[in-house]
C-alpha cells in the first residue's frame, strides 16, 4: 500500500522568496511520484514527476524536486516565487502494476504568495 | 492542447436521486479514470477502466457507484442513489498506456451537492 504525507496545509511566502513544498511517501514497492498543481477553477495539471531515471527533477514554471530514497521524501522547490505560483499543490504516488495505475494522493498545500 | 473536460461544473441534487457525471477524456487515452475530494480531504481514487472494464476499484466504489464509456467520446460515472456524503468535487482523468509512469491528465472536475 502507498501512502503520501505532505507537511503543512497553507504555506505563505514572499514574492521572490524560496518556496519549499514537502512531502514525504510510503510505498511498499519502488515509488513513482508526481507533483500536480491546481489553479482556481482547474482542474490538476502536471508539474513533474519521478520515475526513475533522475532524483532531481525539473518541471515546468521553474519547479524542481528532489526524490531522496533515504528520507522517503520528493520535496518541491522554486527558487523565486511569483505571484502566478499561488495555488494548491499535491503530491502523489503511483504503484508499480502492470496496468490501469491508480493514484495516491497527499493533502495539498495551499501557497499564498504575498507581493 | 488536448484537455479532459467535464460536465456539468456543478450539481445539486437530492439524497436518493441517481446523477450522471460526464467526462470526455483526451482521444487517444486508453486509460481512465475518477478521483473525488471531499471539502478538507485528500483526493481519492474511485476507479479505473480499460478496454471497457473497470481495471481496479477502490473500497468506496460500492454498487451504488457505476462506470460506462457509452460511445467512443464519453466516459460516465453514475451515482444510482446518492447520499449526503456523496457531495464532492469529482475528477475525471485519463492516461495513455495505464503505465505507473504515464501522466494522468485531469479536467476540471463536477462539483456534486447532495441536500
Known amino acids: 500500500a502507498q501512502s503520501v504525507t505532505q507537511l503543512g496545509s497553507h504555506v505563505s511566502v514572499s514574492e521572490g522568496a524560496l518556496v519549499l513544498l514537502r512531502c514525504n511517501y510510503s510505498s511498499s514497492v519502488p515509488p513513482y511520484l508526481f507533483w500536480y498543481v491546481q489553479y482556481p477553477n482547474q482542474g490538476l495539471q502536471l508539474l513533474l514527476k519521478?520515475?526513475?531515471?533522475?532524483?532531481l527533477v525539473k518541471g515546468i514554471n521553474g519547479f524542481e524536486a528532489e526524490f531522496k530514497k533515504s528520507e522517503t521524501s520528493f520535496h518541491l522547490t522554486k527558487p523565486s516565487a511569483h505571484m502566478s505560483d499561488a495555488a494548491e499543490y499535491f503530491c502523489?504516488?503511483?504503484?508499480?502494476?502492470?496496468?490501469?495505475?491508480?493514484?495516491?494522493f497527499g493533502g495539498g498545500t495551499r501557497v499564498l504568495v504575498k507581493p | 492542447e488536448p484537455e479532459v473536460t467535464q460536465t456539468p461544473s456543478h450539481q445539486v441534487t437530492q439524497m436518493g436521486q441517481e446523477v450522471i457525471l460526464r467526462c470526455v477524456p483526451i482521444?487517444?487515452?486508453?486509460?481512465f479514470y475518477w478521483y473525488r475530494q471531499i471539502l478538507g480531504q485528500k483526493v481519492e481514487f474511485l476507479v479505473s477502466?480499460?478496454?471497457?472494464?473497470?481495471?481496479?476499484k477502490s473500497e468506496i466504489f460500492d454498487d451504488q457507484f457505476s462506470v460506462e464509456r457509452p460511445d467512443g467520446s464519453n466516459f460516465t460515472l453514475k451515482i444510482r442513489s446518492t447520499k449526503l456524503e456523496d457531495s464532492a468535487m469529482y475528477f475525471c482523468?485519463?492516461?495513455?498506456?495505464?503505465?505507473?509512469?504515464?501522466?494522468?491528465?485531469f479536467g476540471p472536475g463536477t462539483r456534486l451537492t447532495v441536500l
Open positions: 482521444s487517444n487515452h486508453l486509460y
Open positions: 519521478y520515475t526513475s531515471a533522475a532524483t
Open positions: 502523489a504516488v503511483s504503484a508499480s502494476k502492470a496496468a490501469g495505475n491508480k493514484l495516491t
Open positions: 477502466f480499460y478496454n471497457n472494464e473497470i481495471s481496479e
Open positions: 482523468a485519463s492516461g495513455g498506456q495505464g503505465a505507473p509512469t504515464d501522466t494522468q491528465y
